[in-house]
């Protein structure tokens, strides 16, 4: 730090410069100067051996060292990588400059990777967008070239990575268990999405009861859901294609079109369909605000369901991948939810407002998501969430079905509120043999199996997780129809081949064709969607 003239400090004398003078008394360049006789015409005599004068010699030595020539030498024996880190580095900081609202640069994160092509000396343009998260500017790479591999944009690779690494033998929750419950796990993964790929995959579909049937329809609809992906990196709940939704919500269509390539085991740096989901991830964190929300665009009754399957998307994305640059929107998607949760322990319509089953189980998901990708969540709101469902389950409103929930308080139980409610148990740590458990699940089957006289996607996308965890003889009789019947309904000709049809569901004539769609997958990639939960043998 520089002193300031006022603050009357007593600075001590400066030493003599090198360049002007020594301590040994020799005599300065000012000192020659004065000394010489007027009528010499210049300090720079020359001798009869043709040497330079002193006062001369010593200009040449400073220009030497420190002069233009010097600079430009040193710079010419500079390695060529070397000159091109100093440009880039400095193109880096003027972009950071430029870009900033805030006037600050933020944190600059440097990665790292091996190109296996020839090393090449031209500058290679691209732009750098800001999105300004709580304060913190998070630099996206978005306008690079998409024809360039994912894992050739962004490497995994890290310089002091600010975020933890995940413990690959931490448990799975960290929340309150239910009713006393002592939870028993099959596995306890730190990664819920590890049966995806590879052997795993097929280990578990086969274990599972999957079929050639259903795998081929999984990739016969991932395929019409591929066709329908808009330029800018989005779906659409309205179209291009046929019976589209009332309604338009393209945080909603995003995420659920991202979830079924993930769920089969995509990612944007690897699988069948990385382009897609490469441009839906940059699409959809474009979307999210400083406080995390993402849907903003969306009718009122529908942004929280959209918000919730975003934070499902983005967190299970940085679960399978790690990729740091999607940790801050991740965990900001997960803040938002904790702030919105209501007073009821739930999540409905509006954050802090009121709460019902339907949305509840969606963000529940969003942060179980979460906890196991390594975000930060509190861990009250588990205890806020089991509150909720006590507030709702069949004993509280006296209902004739047994171990039934709610949609809200004092509603009757309804079988899709059941499905939901007892998920959100099991991702809570309730024992397989909760008092309940087996009572609900065994309702479900026996009163309302799949059937598409009646067609429910979004109750069976439910029942069929808890079943699938449950295991036992009940999951046995709910797949017996499940791998038939869905596949046998899906479209094989037409231009909507791959496709469900949302004519007579029960949601599906007002959320359109991509919805029946996207969860008819969501149910057939059960079997290696998520790891199993529980191990049947542990039935008392």
Partial sequence: MLASSHSGMLMPPAPPSPLLGSAAGRPTLQQRWRDQQPNQPSSRSVDRSGDIGPAASELAEIDQRFGFRAIQKRIQEMPVWLVSLIIHLLMLLMLALI??????????????????????????????????????????????????????????IRIASLDPPIDPLAPLFDGPLLSGAVTKLSVLPSNMFAGRTGAMKQRLLKQAGGTKTTEDAVSLGLKWIQRQQLGDGSWSLRGPYADGGRNENKVSATSMAMLAFMGAGSTHRGGQYKKELWQAVRWLVKQQGRDGFMAGQAIDHEKMYAQAQATIALCELYAMTGDSWIRPFAQASCDFAVAAQSPQGGWRYRPRFDSDTSVTGWFVMGLQSGQVAGLEVDPYVWHRVAGYLDSVSASRVNDYYASGFSYMVGDAASPSMTAEGLLCRQYMGSDRNLPGMREGLGAIVANHPISYREPDVYYWYYATQSLHHFGGPLWKQWNDRLKVEVPAQQITRGPERGSWSPQNDAWGRHAGRLYTTCFSLYCLEVYYRHMPLYNPDDEV
């Fill in 99 to 156: 870009t900033t609202k805030s006037g600050s640069i933020g944190s600059i994160v440097l990665t790292i990777s091996q190109d296996g092509g020839n090393v090449a000396n031209e500058l290679t343009e691209f732009s750098i967008d800001t999105i300004e998260l709580d304060g913190v500017s998070q630099e996206l790479p978005v306008d690079l070239d998409l024809s360039l591999e994912p894992d050739r944009i962004e490497s995994s």
